[in-house]
């Protein structure tokens, strides 16, 4: 997504986790993204990723649930997120 857009557009972004050893941070909330490669450079170690949990969707979705406020979800079939979304897994 262009630099910018989530600004000038309002657009949310559920963030995913970013693991560094025992560390879990959220990305763009608790990691930014230069903050990201310096802790990759300067630990050497690759991180390791993993998707929102269910009460993490949940918790996004009940903030941004408003009238008037249009949903896109940007996500493969095959993702768990998509199947959460699709199966009402977050009522």
């Given at each position: 997504m262009p630099k910018g857009w989530m600004e000038e557009y309002d657009i949310?972004?559920?963030p995913i986790n970013i693991h560094f050893g025992?560390?879990?941070f959220l990305q763009g909330?608790?990691?930014s993204n230069?903050?990201?490669y310096r802790m990759a450079d300067e630990s050497?170690?690759?991180p390791k990723t993993s998707q929102p949990t269910p009460q993490q969707f949940s918790i996004f979705y009940r903030?941004?649930?408003q009238p008037g406020i249009r949903f896109y979800p940007c996500?493969?079939?095959a993702s768990f997120g998509y199947v959460l979304i699709r199966?009402?897994?977050l009522t």
């Open positions: 949310q972004v559920i025992e560390q879990m909330v608790d990691l230069s903050d990201f050497g170690e690759i903030k941004i649930a996500m493969s079939p199966g009402d897994g």
